[in-house]
C-alpha cells in the first residue's frame, strides 16, 4: 500500500524513526533542562541546547541564542504581536493569514486599538511589490506574512519583501515552510520568524521556535522560573531564558531531534508535483486552488468540486480511496476570503517526503474518477 | 602544588552558554566537567564548568570570538 496521507500540512506522518527513537531515550533515562548539574541533568540540557544549535541552521542563523523554544508556531506568534510596542498602532499583513495571526491581531484591536491592513496582491494572494511601493511603509510598525499559505501553497517574496520593508520590522510564519524551503534569516535580515516542529520538520507536536533579532524590542508573553537568576523576581534579560519560562517540553525537543537528525530524501520530484498540478487543473469538475506560477509553490495545494462540498469530497477520498485530506477552512477564513473560496473552504493537499511520484499518480487518478463520476451525472 | 593543577570554574548567564562552551572545549580536547556552582560563588545559572587553569588561555579567545561572557573564579586545588 502507498502513502495517501496528504494531511502533512496539519500535521506530518509519519515521522521519521528516529523522532519515536528520541523520545523512547528520554522516556527511559528522564532528567529535566538546567536547575541542577547532575549527569542526568547535564545529558538532557545537552541534547536541548543540540536541538536549539539544529533549529539554527534550519533557520539559517548563527544567533543560536536568539531561538527560543515554544510549544508551537501559535505560541511563537503571540510572543511578538502581544508583546511589541506598536507606536502608530498600525500594522500590514499578507492577504492569506491563518488565524493564529488574525485573532491576535483582532484581540490588539479590540484591547489597544491596533489597527492591520492587507498588503497589495495578485489574485493568488501573492504579495504586489510594486504596488507595496506606493505606500507609506514608514507609518506602520510591523509586517506579518505567511511564508507559504496553508491553503494554496503560495510561497511569499520574503527576501524582497524585507528589502522594501527596510526598518520596518518583519514577523514571518514559516509554519508550512520550515522543512520545504530554506529560511535563511540571517542572509535576508528577516527580523522575526515562528515555525512549528511538527509539519515539515516531521517532529511532535507541542514543539516550535520563535527567531527574535533584536530582542529588546519585545516583551516576554509568559514569566516564571527559568534556572537563572533564580535571586531576582524579574525575568532575566539574557536569551533564550529571557522568553523561556518553565521547564521546556523536553520531551517533544527529543522528538524534534531526532526528525531534524533525519535525513528523508523526497520520493518524488518538482516536476512529479507541476505535472500533478496540470493534470488535476486540466479536471473539468474541480477548480484548483495553487500558486498563479508554479516558481512560487509549495508541496500543498486545495482543491474545489461543482458538484460535491469540501466536506462531501474529503469524505469521499477517505472511503473509496483512503486518501485522507482536511477539508473547510483549513483556520485561514481570511485566505479563504482572498481566493474566493469563502465560506464553504475547500479540500487541502498537502505533502511530505515520505510520498512517491507513485502516490502522485494515485492520488490523481481517484481524482480523475469523481470527475468522471460528475460528468455521468 | 603546581600552578597547573590550579582549577578555575566559568560562570555563565545560561545553560545556553554552558553548553555552547562545552562544545567549543571538546572541540579543543582539554578536560573539563560541569558542576554546580559551589555556593560561595555567585552565578546566574545552577551549572558552572571547571577546567585546569592552565587551558584558560586556549579557551578565552574561543569563548571571546563567540561572544561568550563568563566569569573565572580560579580554585587552589
Known amino acids: 500500500m502507498g502513502n495517501y496521507y496528504?494531511?502533512?500540512?496539519?500535521?506530518?506522518?509519519?515521522?521519521?524513526?528516529?523522532?519515536?527513537?528520541?523520545?523512547?531515550?528520554?522516556?527511559?533515562?528522564?532528567?529535566?533542562?538546567?536547575?541542577?548539574?547532575?549527569?542526568?541533568?547535564?545529558?538532557?540540557?545537552?541534547?536541548?541546547?543540540?536541538?536549539?544549535?539544529?533549529?539554527?541552521?534550519?533557520?539559517?542563523?548563527?544567533?543560536?541564542?536568539?531561538?527560543?523554544?515554544?510549544?508551537?508556531?501559535?505560541?511563537?506568534?503571540?510572543?511578538?504581536?502581544?508583546g511589541f510596542p506598536y507606536r502608530n498602532k498600525r500594522?500590514?499583513?499578507?492577504?492569506?493569514?491563518?488565524?493564529?495571526?488574525?485573532?491576535?491581531?483582532?484581540?490588539?484591536?479590540?484591547?489597544?486599538?491596533?489597527?492591520?491592513?492587507?498588503?497589495?496582491h495578485r489574485i493568488d494572494g501573492y504579495i504586489d511589490l510594486d504596488r507595496m511601493r506606493l505606500l507609506d511603509l514608514k507609518s506602520y510598525d510591523l509586517c506579518i506574512v505567511n511564508h507559504v499559505s496553508n491553503v494554496n501553497g503560495v510561497v511569499q517574496p520574503i527576501a524582497e519583501l524585507k528589502d522594501l520593508l527596510g526598518d520596518v520590522p518583519l514577523l514571518v510564519d514559516a509554519s508550512q515552510s520550515?522543512?520545504?524551503?530554506?529560511?535563511?534569516?540571517?542572509?535576508?535580515?528577516?527580523?522575526?520568524?515562528?515555525?512549528?516542529?511538527?509539519?515539515?520538520?516531521?517532529?511532535?507536536?507541542?514543539?516550535?521556535?520563535?527567531?527574535?533579532?533584536?530582542?529588546?524590542?519585545?516583551?516576554?508573553?509568559?514569566?516564571?522560573?527559568?534556572?537563572s537568576r533564580s535571586d531576582s523576581h524579574l525575568m532575566p534579560e539574557h536569551l533564550p531564558d529571557r522568553f523561556e519560562a518553565g521547564t521546556p517540553n523536553v520531551l517533544?525537543?527529543?522528538?524534534?531531534?531526532?526528525?531534524?537528525?533525519?535525513?528523508?530524501?523526497?520520493?518524488?520530484?518538482?516536476?512529479?508535483?507541476?505535472?500533478?498540478?496540470?493534470?488535476?487543473?486540466?479536471?473539468?469538475?474541480?477548480?484548483?486552488?495553487?500558486?498563479?506560477?508554479?516558481t512560487n509553490q509549495a508541496p500543498l495545494f486545495s482543491v474545489t468540486s461543482s458538484r460535491y462540498s469540501p466536506s462531501e469530497l474529503s469524505n469521499l477520498l477517505f472511503k473509496r480511496y483512503s486518501i485522507e485530506t482536511r477539508s473547510?477552512?483549513?483556520?485561514?477564513?481570511?485566505?479563504?476570503?482572498?481566493?474566493?473560496?469563502?465560506?464553504?473552504?475547500?479540500?487541502?493537499?498537502?505533502?511530505?517526503?515520505?510520498?512517491?511520484?507513485?502516490?502522485?499518480?494515485?492520488?490523481?487518478?481517484?481524482?480523475?474518477?469523481?470527475?468522471?463520476d460528475s460528468k455521468q451525472r | 602544588m603546581t600552578q597547573s593543577k590550579d582549577k578555575c570554574l566559568l560562570l555563565f548567564q545560561s545553560i545556553h552558554r554552558v553548553m555552547q562552551t562545552e562544545r567549543l572545549i571538546v572541540s579543543r580536547g582539554v578536560y573539563y566537567q560541569i558542576i554546580p556552582v559551589p555556593k560561595d560563588y555567585s552565578s546566574e545559572c545552577g551549572m558552572c564548568i571547571e577546567i585546569n587553569c592552565s587551558d584558560l588561555a586556549l579557551l578565552e579567545h574561543d569563548l571571546q570570538l563567540n561572544e561568550i561572557y563568563f566569569n573565572i573564579v580560579k580554585v587552589k586545588s
Open chain 1, 91 to 120: 500594522i500590514l499583513i499578507s492577504p492569506l493569514e491563518h488565524n493564529a495571526v488574525t485573532r491576535p491581531l483582532m484581540h490588539l484591536l479590540n484591547v489597544n486599538g491596533v489597527q492591520h491592513y492587507i498588503l497589495p
Open chain 1, 328 to 372: 473547510g477552512l483549513h483556520c485561514a477564513p481570511l485566505a479563504h476570503k482572498t481566493l474566493g473560496t469563502f465560506p464553504a473552504g475547500s479540500v487541502r493537499f498537502s505533502l511530505s517526503n515520505f510520498h512517491s511520484s507513485n502516490d502522485l499518480a494515485y492520488l490523481y487518478q481517484a481524482l480523475s474518477e469523481l470527475d468522471h
Open chain 1, 6 to 82: 496528504f494531511d502533512n500540512s496539519a500535521t506530518s506522518h509519519p515521522k521519521p524513526p528516529e523522532v519515536a527513537k528520541y523520545i523512547n531515550e528520554y522516556l527511559n533515562n528522564g532528567g529535566t533542562y538546567g536547575r541542577s548539574a547532575y549527569d542526568r541533568v547535564i545529558t538532557v540540557s545537552r541534547m536541548v541546547e543540540n536541538t536549539r544549535v539544529l533549529l539554527a541552521q534550519v533557520i539559517g542563523t548563527g544567533l543560536t541564542n536568539h531561538v527560543i523554544f515554544t510549544s508551537n508556531a501559535t505560541h511563537a506568534l503571540n510572543i511578538v504581536i502581544k
Open chain 1, 252 to 294: 517533544g525537543i527529543y522528538g524534534l531531534y531526532g526528525a531534524l537528525s533525519a535525513k528523508v530524501n523526497p520520493g518524488f520530484s518538482f516536476d512529479d508535483f507541476k505535472e500533478l498540478l496540470n493534470r488535476i487543473g486540466s479536471l473539468n469538475s474541480f477548480r484548483l486552488v495553487s500558486a498563479g506560477n508554479s
Open chain 1, 178 to 227: 520550515a522543512g520545504h524551503i530554506p529560511l535563511e534569516v540571517d542572509k535576508n535580515n528577516i527580523d522575526m520568524l515562528a515555525l512549528t516542529g511538527h509539519k515539515g520538520l516531521m517532529g511532535p507536536t507541542g514543539t516550535g521556535c520563535l527567531f527574535i533579532r533584536n530582542p529588546e524590542l519585545v516583551s516576554p508573553l509568559v514569566h516564571g522560573g527559568t534556572g
